[in-house]
């Protein structure tokens, strides 16, 4: 299966995602913010870093680049799409989900092993995990803090599309705990933390990270 990851000017963590995959068992390939289509990739990942020097507001820049036009168009027909914290930023700026992320409540760069629990085991992106499990993987941002008016809130815990949550302490204030969403169709995801970061142990604090990764290659085989 191949993965496409794209880089925008200001991507800090592509080769890192591309990796990942290869270890979880696909084949990335490399897109560019200015192309016009996908490539005939079968899942597209969008990494973190500071897409467009993060001028504007975080991710709303990248929202316009040319490859965002047949992603969006691709999503919203179900190709499973992940969004890494910028790539989450992006995702929500495109409205491929609600909500927003806004400065870290307190107003610091946060960079560390974080502990999260899945609550959504059945998204294209986590269904190589049982739901309530508990992982470890990095998490380092400075505008990671997840809102959203109520209902909305409500809607996301309703229908079961919160699909990661902070465990012990609330790194960058996210409402009610929140570290990534899922769109309704389960095909969207966009999380803060770093699962390429955690994909074997010798770089990374844990391999928990790798499952992300296992659950789309999974899901695509199983579609064909």
Known sequence: MRIGVVTFPGSLDDRDAA????????????????????????AVVLPGGFSYGDYLRCGAIARFAPIMGPI???????????????GFQILCESHLLPGALVRNDRRKFVCRDQRLR?????????????????????LKNGEGGYVADEDTLDRLEGEGRVVVRYLDDNPNGS?????????AAGNVVGLMPHPEHAVETLCGPTS?????????????????
Do not use: M
Not at 122 to 136: D, K
């Open 19 to 42: 990796r990942a995959v290869r270890i979880a068992g696909g084949e990335p390939v490399a897109l560019w913010h200015g192309d016009a289509d996908l490539a005939g990739v079968d």
């Open 72 to 86: 969006i168009e691709a999503a919203e027909k179900g190709l499973p799409v992940l969004g890494i914290c910028n």
């Open 118 to 138: 899945v609550d959504n085991a059945e998204t294209a992106w986590t269904s190589a995990y049982t739901a309530g499990q508990e992982i470890v993987v990095p």
């Open 175 to 183: 409402y009610r705990d929140i570290a990534g969403i899922t769109n």
């Open 208 to 224: 928990d990270g790798l499952g992300f990764f296992a659950s789309v290659l999974g899901r695509l085989a199983a579609a064909r």
